[in-house]
């Protein structure tokens, strides 16, 4: 009886992690919350409310490319609706524009990565790394 308790169990907590993994929208909402963290350091670095950390800083660039690369796949035709979305239409009627998007994205992160290296470089290279943000969310976003 107690065997077939934890069976279950463990193929209950199998079957959640399967479901949470295959759910595009609640997937690109943690890489796009990720993305507001980082941005948010960000900012306070650029600001001066923090310091210029080089490795912080690697670490921002690195999120904004991880999620770059990843949140492109993420706008399966299923997934327009649903999950509290704030995908607008034209992310499906506009695939090429949208991943153009984000591959600007990711070159943005990329040459921030490797040219931020004080608090002038950084505040350059977030500036044009979150110009795409703020692009992309204007055509491709749901305003709330």
């Known amino acids: 009886m107690i ?11 199998g079957v959640s992690a399967v479901v949470a993994q295959s759910n595009p929208i609640a997937e690109r909402k943690d890489a ?6 980082a941005t948010r350091e960000g900012a306070a670095i650029a600001k001066g409310e923090a310091p210029f950390d080089a490795a ?8 904004y490319s991880d999620a770059a690369k990843k949140v492109p796949a993420l706008f399966p035709d299923n997934s327009k609706t649903g999950g509290e979305t704030t995908a607008a ?6 695939q090429a524009g949208f991943k153009t998007a984000f ?9 921030g990565a490797a040219s931020a ?3 002038a470089s950084f505040r350059a290279a977030f500036g044009d790394a979150t110009k795409n ?12």
Do not use: N, Q
Not at 4 to 13: C, E, H, K, N
Not at 133 to 144: Q, T, V, W
């Open 117 to 119: 290296t004080d608090l």
């Open 103 to 111: 591959a600007k994205f990711e070159a943005d992160a990329a040459k």
């Open 3 to 13: 065997r077939t308790a934890l069976v279950a169990l463990g193929l209950a907590i």
């Open 56 to 63: 912080k800083v690697k670490g921002i660039f690195k999120v």
């Open 32 to 37: 796009m919350k990720s993305v507001g963290a």
């Open 89 to 94: 239409p034209k992310v499906w009627e506009d």
């Open 133 to 144: 943000c703020g692009s992309c969310h204007e055509a491709y976003r749901i305003k709330k």
